[in-house]
């Protein structure tokens, strides 16, 4: 059973939450009344309490996205959108929004090994990251070549606008070097 706090999944006889101690039961979708876990029908009204399945093996949660971006982010950065997550959920605010693509991803995908394409793209992510950090932004979503990027969020700040141009500029001086490099070692190995 998912918690209705922290989002954790946990087993259907738990009562509490193993992660966070919320108290786990099923609201029943037709009266509203409480019910433990366990049950698979409302003890007030007999409607089944039919919930979403567990995600699938395609869908991480919250932890398992923490765990895999964690090398890529600094630990104060961490600790800062850990600490903020319960106060800025359901908060309103202006954000700046940054997207970085990769050009002309799919051609050289395409002549590679995987595992060579892998291991560039962790390297690409790791130094847009490092360059997001440095300027207060947030990674919000990553697909297999490009990232969306958050400025004010989950801590304001008021020059957000300026930090993402300042963001974007050594991102691109950086990709250029790496650029450079990846074409140095690819025709001199």
Do not use: W
């Not at 922290?6 to 009562?15: E, H, T, V």
């Amino acid at each position: 059973m998912k918690c209705p706090k922290c989002q954790s999944g946990n087993p259907n006889a738990q009562k509490f939450c193993g992660q966070c101690g919320a108290k786990l039961e099923k609201v029943c979708p037709k009266c509203g009344s409480s019910n433990p876990p366990e049950h698979r029908f409302c003890g007030e009204c007999g409607h089944e309490l039919v919930f979403a399945p567990a995600p699938t093996h395609g869908e991480l949660s919250f932890e398992e996205k923490l765990d895999r971006t964690q090398r890529y982010l600094s630990g104060g950065l961490t600790e800062n959108i850990l600490s903020q997550r319960e106060k800025s959920e359901g908060e309103r605010k202006q954000v700046t929004v940054m997207f970085c693509d990769t050009e002309g991803f799919t051609s050289p995908t395409q002549r590679l090994d995987p595992e060579e394409v892998y291991s560039i793209m962790g390297d690409v992510f790791e130094t847009l990251i490092h360059r997001v950090d440095n300027y207060g932004g947030t990674v919000n979503k990553m697909t297999s070549d490009s990232i969306m990027i958050l400025f004010r969020t989950p801590t304001a700040v008021e020059d957000a606008p300026q930090r993402g141009t300042c963001s974007a500029l050594s991102i691109h001086r950086e990709m250029a070097r790496f650029s450079d490099r990846i074409k140095r070692e690819r025709c001199n190995p």
